[in-house]
């Protein structure tokens, strides 16, 4: 498959019910350290972030960098929480015989072994954080894709938008939840020289005024996408999918 250059892409590590534990403990808090059972683990187990060893090296091996057969893995984690910091993430595989425990150095990097008993024990990656607080870093290369067909400077959302789906496919090959909590992860860049895109529908139309470099940027809304109104693209505009930053999305979003 012929791609583009890479993007460095986050996986959430232990989303499962994140929006729920959010609500109950605060996005990103730290668990606090209590007393370990007589099954030797913490009271607060299932609460923990965690991802099964089998999806932790399929993630690692989809990093453009890693080679398959690699004896180790080194990954990239951090906390969406800001006031935790690398030194504060703990990380282990939780054994039948006992915890195997990985360092994470200042940098946030952490390195996996990869043998093929620990493939067939799969065991869990349990971290002493919240589910959903987490994120696995990866280089990623965006697959290549057909750009949307403009007829007469006109094109349905849907179609407007088909890139920008077709890649978020190929990235939910690597993690299955990717694009569906809710969190866009990549924006429509549509270079125009200085001409509005206008969106028509049936209560009236919309026009997206470019920046100072030509610009329009535009993200995918639900609402509109079931809606599948008309787009009016300016002739030559050029069309991208580009990686952005969940917070620059909202920035969009608003304006």
């Not at 994140?18 to 605060?26: N, P, T, Y």
């Not at 989809?62 to 993430?89: C, F, G, H, Q, W």
């Not at 569906?180 to 125009?192: A, R, S, Y």
Request: net charge negative; hydrophobic share 35%; proline share 8%.
């Amino acid at each position: 498959m012929k791609c583009l250059p890479v993007l460095l892409v986050a996986i959430l590590f232990g989303g499962v019910n994140a929006s729920h534990l959010c609500a109950q403990e605060g996005e990103g808090s730290v668990m606090p350290k209590t007393p370990e059972t007589l099954s030797g683990k913490p009271r607060n187990y299932s609460n923990l972030a965690r991802l099964p060893y089998r999806q932790l090296i399929s993630i690692a091996q989809s990093d453009s960098s890693s080679k398959p057969e690699a004896e180790s893995y080194k990954l990239n984690i951090k906390s969406r929480n800001t006031l935790v910091t690398s030194s504060d993430i703990e990380l282990f595989l939780d054994l039948e015989k006992g915890p195997l425990v990985l360092v994470v150095d200042n940098d946030g990097f952490v390195e996996v072994p990869h043998t093929e008993a620990l493939i067939e024990a799969n065991p869990d990656l349990v971290a002493n954080q919240p589910k959903g607080s987490l994120n696995i870093f990866v280089k990623l290369e965006i697959p290549l894709v057909e750009p949307a067909e403009i007829k007469d400077g006109k094109v349905a959302y849907q179609e407007l938008f088909r890139p920008l789906i077709q890649i978020q496919k190929e990235m939910q090959k690597v993690d299955p939840t990717f694009g569906l909590t809710g969190q866009q992860q990549f924006i429509l860049e549509v270079t125009t020289g200085g001409d509005p895109v206008k969106i028509t529908r049936e209560l009236g139309s919309r026009s997206f005024q470019p920046n100072e470099d030509g610009k329009v940027y535009m993200i995918m809304e639900s609402y509109l996408y079931e809606e599948n109104p008309e787009v009016q693209i300016p002739e030559g505009a050029e069309l991208k999918v580009l990686p952005e930053k969940p917070e620059n999305i909202e920035a969009i979003r608003s304006r």
